[in-house]
């Protein structure tokens, strides 16, 4: 049975929240298992992107994984074909990391590709870095 999530969300709420699993207490890392949490950070993200996913697995054999902007966090989402399984995580862009320990850390988890794209991101962030992108929280709901 589908869960459904009653989260404010801006205007009535300060920062979009966005929902994971698992949070470390810095608050700097999260992950995203639940398909219904997936599915209801998917939202909040817009359809620009949904579409993007979409036209991926379909066209894509195993599923597809992607990079994604979200205020001072960077999520990659990961996505099986027939859509059973996924994967969101959430790291926090403003980490005291050197750069190259964070290359390092993304070749662990990520493929190649799916690393140099978020390395791209990361930089770009740190680049335009302003208070105005703290404007996400994330938020381990407590399960009914």
Same mark, same amino acid.
């Given at each position: 049975?589908?869960?459904?999530? /009653?989260?404010?969300? =801006? ?7 966005? /929902? ?6 810095? %608050?700097? #890392? ?13 939202? &909040? ?10 036209? @991926? ?8 994984? +992607? #990079?994604?902007?979200?205020? %001072? ?12 399984? @996924? ?7 403003? #980490?005291?990391?050197? %750069? +190259?320990? &964070? ?20 930089? /770009? ?5 302003? =208070?105005?992108?703290?404007? #996400?929280?994330?938020? %381990? =709901? /407590?399960?009914?």
């Amino acid at each position: 049975m589908k869960k459904h999530f /009653l989260i404010p969300q =801006p205007p009535i709420a300060e920062k979009l929240t966005f /929902l994971v699993d698992d949070l470390n207490e810095t %608050r700097t #890392v999260g992950i995203a298992t639940d398909l219904d949490k997936i599915e209801y950070n998917l939202k &909040l993200i817009g359809d620009d992107f949904n579409q993007d996913l979409e036209i @991926g697995i379909n066209f894509l054999e195993k599923g597809i994984t +992607d #990079v994604v902007d979200l205020g %001072r966090y960077i999520s990659v989402v990961a996505i099986k074909k027939d859509q059973t399984e @996924g994967k969101m995580y959430f790291f926090d862009s403003t #980490v005291d990391f050197s %750069r +190259d320990e &964070l290359i390092e850390q993304m070749k662990e988890l990520f493929n190649e590709s799916i690393s140099n794209k978020f390395i791209t991101i990361y930089d /770009l962030m740190v680049s335009e870095s302003s =208070p105005s992108f703290d404007n #996400v929280e994330l938020l %381990r =709901p /407590l399960e009914s």
